[in-house]
Antibody, heavy 121, light 110 residues
Framework: QVQLVESGGGVVQPGGSLRLSCAASGFTFSSYGMHWVRQAPGKGLEWVAFIRYDGSNKYYADSVKGRFTISRDNSKNTLYLQMNSLRAEDTAVYYC??????????????WGQGTLVTVSS | QSVLTQPPSVSEAPRQRVTISCSGSSSNIGNNAVNWYQQLPGKAPKLLIYYDDLLPSGVSDRFSGSKSGTSASLAISGLQSEDEADYYCAAWDDRLNGPVFGGGTKLTVL
């Protein structure tokens, strides 16, 4: 069965950095694009970044462009999110999610349990 | 402010039917499939409907989706207390090269 397990969250000061990881199993990781989606406390879902199956293209929400970097290591079945210049408004639960593909409506068909990032002094 | 527009909340009695609307634009719903996600309290989102009206394996057929132009709807029939959750619509946005979400609709089963 598909499993996505995020790690790396924690408390960080404004302006600091953090790297999130997402360990994938149960599917051919190297064949699928992957997303990061976040949810601020009590708020809705916000897409953060997407990386294609081979890492050839990466896309970002305007709110994180230039500060966050999505990457992947297909040999380790792991997705990453490097977050720099963190702000209070980046405080959220960060989910990694598997992209289903265009033939399946570009849905995010599996989600991890999330990891909490708190930006506070 | 979310790109897709949903009502913040809906409520209905058990065994009744409820619909949740989702409005977008030509760059997202108008040109791409709509997907719906269910988020139970304290849990991660789960795919509920994909490609406008298709159900993933294991999802109850009490859930159904539809789309027309730049709007979409999620219908839930035979409401049960376990359906109480937040529901999000989403669609790929051609300008962002990523999905956009609605603000979410909190369903209360009275």
């Amino acid at each position: 069965q598909v499993q996505l397990v995020e790690s790396g969250g924690g408390v960080v000061q404004p302006g600091g950095s953090l790297r999130l990881s997402c360990a994938a199993s149960g599917f051919t990781f190297s064949s699928y694009g992957m997303h990061w989606v976040r949810q601020a406390p009590g708020k809705g879902l916000e897409w953060v970044a997407f990386i294609r199956y081979d890492g050839s293209n990466k896309y970002y929400a305007d709110s994180v462009k230039g500060r966050f970097t999505i990457s992947r290591d297909n040999s380790k079945n792991t997705l990453y999110l490097q977050m720099n210049s963190l702000r209070a408004e980046d405080t959220a639960v960060y989910y990694c999610a598997k992209h289903s593909g265009h033939d399946y409506g570009d849905a995010l068909d599996y989600w991890g349990q999330g990891t909490l990032v708190t930006v506070s002094s | 402010q979310s790109v897709l527009t949903q009502p913040p909340s809906v409520s209905e009695a058990p065994r009744q039917r409820v619909t949740i609307s989702c409005s977008g634009s030509s760059s997202n719903i108008g040109n791409n499939a709509v997907n719906w996600y269910q988020q139970l309290p304290g849990k991660a989102p789960k795919l509920l409907i994909y490609y406008d009206d298709l159900l993933p394996s294991g999802v109850s057929d009490r859930f159904s989706g539809s789309k027309s132009g730049t709007s979409a709807s999620l219908a839930i029939s035979g409401l049960q207390s376990e359906d109480e959750a937040d529901y999000y619509c989403a669609a790929w946005d051609d300008r962002l090269n990523g999905p956009v979400f609605g603000g979410g609709t909190k369903l209360t089963v009275l």
